[in-house]
């Protein structure tokens, strides 16, 4: 037996024929906590079956029949069942989730079922033990997971000796009612697993190759990074590069564990190494990563940084219509915003988001593009390099993003040059 914890996320999950690509990966060496997702898309225009649970609470909250809906999704479990040929009996579990969706009552308990049904099914085909996660992840009144309380109850739960199939994506609060994380939720399970089992290791199955240095579907010369620091990871996820619920790396990297991300359907490559930041010596580069859909808000007046109220207005607002501040940038007479704004909308709500009629205002959209790598911040002779690339191809640099990070170089760049800027950098750089 492997102590080692993996998880399987939806498209690993969608099928009997990737459940078996994925029961063998699983024993081939025999891994002790296995962590699951519930099945995702098969195809294209598929739904996955998260999905489909909540457009059945929602179909029943409001008071139209969720039959045929409820029927698909338990079809889907059958389906596996029989595939499989696994022996298990699901009919009172499909019995309690019906009621529970006639009485809407417990929304985390409906969509956590996904989860629950497959992690069942698949415990009965590996003969592992099925252990629920509401009997050892709690979380507090502040929605956190209380690790303490999680250890001891997960020490309650198992026995050494034994392998174990665990539905990700909930836990319980201090009621004992279901409590489900946010989307993507099952990746955060797969890590508490490695932090209350004391493993120093995390195999995360998905249906990507890894961390790539640029997104390989901008650009085809996309590598995988073999291995790479959390600080890293978490910087090219939060500029888009988002294969992995972040709220999971803070946990790892806390706990020092190594996050290994697999392809469970290519086997034979090992995917990328994510480790915690004392380990990770190598000063070059890691990845090119960006988006479209900034807005920088310019404006100006007169002496306009001693104007406080002015900003703390703006940045209220900006708060108020759940507008991500990217960065402001204060001089003597005027003040910069780079907003998040997918939908135009700040165009739209200008005059609202600013309050004051007599300013100089003036919005450009940008995309922003984030060289990363321990210490590129501080690299001089990389950032000239930057720079002279982006004048060969005539492309002007609206903002720099100075971020108290020191791993990351943020240029804003115009929307429509986006991917030739990326593409091109990313030739020159790597
Ligand atoms: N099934 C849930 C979702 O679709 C959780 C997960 O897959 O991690 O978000």
Redesign the pocket.
Known sequence: MNSIVCKF??SSLASAENIRIVANIIEKDKKQFVVV??P?KRFDGDI????LLISCYKLSRAKKSFDDLFNKIRLRFEELIYALKVDIDLKSDFDNLYDELNNCQNYDYILSR??YLTAKIISKLLNYNFLDAKDFIVFNKKNKVNLVRSKKLFKSCINKELCYVIP??YGKDENNKIKVFS?????ITGAIVAVLANLQKYENFTDVDGVFDIDPRKCKKAEIIKMLSYKEMRVLSSCGAGILHQDCLEILDKNDIVLNIRNTFKIGSSGSFILPNHYVKNKSLCGITGEVGYVIINIEALNISRNNKLLQRIVSNLNSYNKEIKRIIEGVDNISLIVKDDDSFIEEKIEDIVGVTNLNISLKRVALISIVGLQVKENRLLQNKIFDSLGKISCRVLAIVHTNQDISFTIGVEENKFEETLNFLHDRLF
């Open positions: 996320g939806g997702s519930a995702g996955k079956v998260t999905d996904g989860e990700g994506f989307r993507g939720g099952s990746d």
